[in-house]
């Protein structure tokens, strides 16, 4: 699923997570809005972990003489983390890697057959699907690495919604109206 014209681009199935792709929003007040997803790979996903490595790799080549001197930093700070790790406490993540997704304009978002998806209550934090991401180096402030872009998503599957916000169906469910309950009121 690699971009022949770029290595660094590529498209990776992954669960959605943190999934800010209708309204951009800022990390801390006073910086650029951005809209943003966290991408869920499970670790027995290897062809897909190698093809993010690849691209990694890609984009240290193309930083090596345009961001870093000629020379790639043995340490550099890259936008791929095991959640084992980074986010221990979060089951989402649990035996999964994943990254984390930026861009200054709205990417693309469709459905699985390719049509634009307008409703925000169809693709939320939880849902499956695909995210075509642009590996790219930087220098910025004394920071090295390799950050990753965020250019389309795609949903293909509802997913159990991480957000934590129940359905107004699981909410309301059980909730009986009648002149007793409006008394209540």
């Known amino acids: 699923m690699a971009n022949e014209k770029n290595p660094c681009t590529i498209t990776v199935p992954c669960r959605f997570s943190y999934l800010t792709i209708w309204e951009p929003k800022a990390m801390e007040e006073g910086q650029q809005k951005k809209y943003s997803a966290s991408l869920i790979i499970p670790k027995?996903?290897?062809k897909t972990i190698k093809m993010i490595e690849?691209?990694?790799?890609?984009a240290k080549i193309a930083g090596k003489d345009s961001?870093?001197?000629g020379k790639v930093p043995s340490t550099l700070k890259i936008s791929?983390?095991?959640?084992?790790?980074?986010?221990e406490e979060d089951e989402a993540y649990e035996k999964s890697m994943y990254l984390s997704a930026?861009?200054?304009?709205?990417p693309g978002i469709v459905d699985s057959s390719r049509s634009p998806i307008t409703d925000q209550d169809e693709f939320q934090?939880?849902?499956y699907g695909f995210a075509n991401i642009t590996f790219y180096?930087?220098?910025?402030g004394g920071s090295k690495g390799i950050a990753v872009g965020l250019n389309h998503v795609m949903k293909t599957k509802t997913g159990e919604r991480l957000s934590g916000r129940v359905s107004v169906d699981d909410a309301f469910g059980d909730v009986e109206v009648n002149d007793e309950a409006a008394d209540l009121l």
């Open 67 to 69: 961001k870093f001197g």
């Open 125 to 127: 934090s939880g849902d």
């Open 137 to 140: 180096p930087y220098n910025s």
């Open 80 to 87: 791929f983390y095991d959640g084992d790790e980074a986010r």
């Open 102 to 106: 930026r861009a200054s304009t709205r």
């Open 44 to 46: 027995t996903d290897k």
């Open 54 to 58: 690849a691209a990694i790799d890609a």
